[in-house]
């Protein structure tokens, strides 16, 4: 893995954040996250490979793997475990539930990466406190951020909602409610001006209108 352009410090990675780049070995070759510009991107780290949780995500994201694809939406793991750890638990995962891992599954022995997302900070000397989701748009800035702690797995579905709602947000005409799915109603942006207050007195503040077409 190639350090030397992330900061070795904690990081003021956020929502609207431009990614931090890296270059680094995964289970499926290197990868530099930038070569992944025109695509969404799930950048998603795990405490450890081998370990109960853990596993039952990797399940989910690989049985959920065509969904984000349709989305255009890339998966990227990541974990400080080694590419020879990496290899063996996903051959494990296929031996065991006969479900193929087919994205990339970054290791990250120095925790550089996870230190330049914000996943730990200095004083950390392990990856226990490291489950953490970034949503990233095709023009590499983070949209959304997910933190779960080691003892609760995340919501694939949930991810998977997200970058759907993300994406219709981002056409610019259209917020997306409380468990908005493709195909539902969806709000109007706030009034921009008297007459759209005065066509819709009572509730101008949530105002739902069908969605268009796919």
Not at 108 to 137: E, H, K
């Amino acid at each position: 893995m190639d350090d030397n352009s992330l900061p070795q410090t904690v990081s003021n990675v956020k929502i609207g954040s431009l990614a931090p780049d890296f270059t680094a070995r995964t289970t499926r070759g290197p990868l530099t996250l930038s070569a992944l510009r025109g695509r969404w991107v799930v950048l998603f780290s795990h405490p450890a490979d081998f370990t109960p949780v853990c596993t039952s995500e990797f399940l989910a994201f690989a049985q959920a793997q065509p969904q984000f694809e349709a989305l255009n939406c890339a998966l990227v793991g990541l974990s400080i475990d080694s590419l020879p750890s990496h290899i063996a638990w996903l051959e494990a995962i296929r031996r065991a539930f006969g479900v193929r891992v087919d994205f990339p599954l970054i290791e990250d022995p120095s925790m550089a990466i996870a230190r330049a997302y914000g996943m730990l900070d200095d004083s950390n000397q392990d990856s226990g406190t490291v489950r953490a989701t970034f949503i990233i748009a095709p023009d590499g800035i983070i949209q959304a951020i997910l933190w779960y702690p080691l003892s609760i797995g995340r919501s694939v579905n949930e991810i998977l909602r997200s970058v759907a709602a993300l994406q219709r947000a981002s056409q610019g005409d259209a917020l997306t409610p409380e468990g908005w799915q493709p195909g539902e109603d969806v709000l109007c942006p706030l009034a921009a001006c008297q007459a759209d207050i005065a066509e819709n007195e009572e509730t101008w503040f949530h105002v739902l209108k069908k969605d268009r077409p796919v």
